[in-house]
């Protein structure tokens, strides 16, 4: 287990090291969080080629993994590629208490770290021997591919609204968005759930509880909700203000004017 770690976390220090590198020549800090949302997709396989558990488990934790990675990935790039040369709100706000590089780099090896952390329900169960599925197993998994659907939909459906010239400074309120001013937040934290139950028939499998108990900490302390409702006060005003009294902020809900 210790040698997939290390190698696991080795890559991951290489890795975002590289794009830490692109992103200062580009100017452009916001494409770490493509490499973050990616690196479960290159950490799940490393662990599911290296583990001596079941090959079945290791291949099914290892597509969920993926298909959750590659999505939110190449939906990141496709964002933060539009924006470029104009970087990321969170960012730039960033910027203004970090002004020179060098403390980029040990926030990018930071999450690195965080990417491993986020990797161990995949390492453990890459070494389960059980020939059988758990019930742990197979209602984790489905809870993840469900939250995978859930955050798809809702970036969907605000992607779907932004592009309507009429809705340019408006504030995205339909579909999920209508119930929780969150709910690709609230799925993604789903995810880590998910992730986690199912971890729980591997060994040392309680431990990936830091998993979606350090995704609510980032959700609702770091960069997720705090930062992008701060951005959203400045560019909507009082139109964001009213959604913020109408709407739930994170678990999907009636609106209150219902």
């Not at 079941?54 to 964002?79: K, Q």
């Not at 591997?202 to 992008?228: A, D, E, K, N, R």
Request: glycine residues 6%; positive net charge; aromatic residues 16%.
């Amino acid at each position: 287990m210790l040698t997939s770690l290390v190698i696991a976390t080795g890559v991951a220090v290489v890795g975002f090291a590289l794009v830490w590198v692109l992103c200062v020549r580009i100017h452009n800090y916001g494409f770490l969080d493509v490499a973050w949302s990616l690196s479960i997709a290159v950490l799940a396989p490393i662990y599911g080629a290296l583990g001596p558990g079941d090959p079945l488990r290791r291949l099914s934790f290892t597509a969920v993994g993926a298909l959750w990675s590659l999505r939110l990935g190449l939906y990141v790039l496709i964002r933060v590629s539009r924006l470029h040369p104009r970087e990321d709100a969170r960012y730039r706000t960033l910027r203004e208490k970090w002004p020179g590089p060098w403390q980029f780099l040990a926030f990018f090896e930071l999450q690195a770290l965080i990417a491993v952390v986020f990797s161990l329900p995949f390492l453990f169960a890459s070494r389960n021997p059980q020939s059988r599925f758990g019930v742990c197993e197979w209602v984790g998994l489905t809870l993840a591919l469900l939250a995978i659907a859930g955050e798809s939909l809702s970036d969907w459906q605000a992607q779907r609204f932004k592009r309507d010239p009429a809705h340019r400074d408006a504030v995205v309120d339909v579909g999920l968005w209508r119930y929780s001013r969150h709910p690709n937040y609230f799925f993604e934290s789903l995810v880590w759930w998910g992730f986690f139950i199912a971890a729980l028939d591997s060994s040392y499998g309680l431990v990936t509880l830091v998993c979606p108990l350090l995704m609510l900490y980032l959700l609702f302390q770091v960069t997720g909700i705090p930062l992008t409702e701060k951005h959203s006060l400045e560019s909507r005003g009082e139109a964001y203000r009213a959604y913020q009294r109408r709407t739930s902020r994170f678990i999907p809900w009636f609106p209150r004017d219902a």
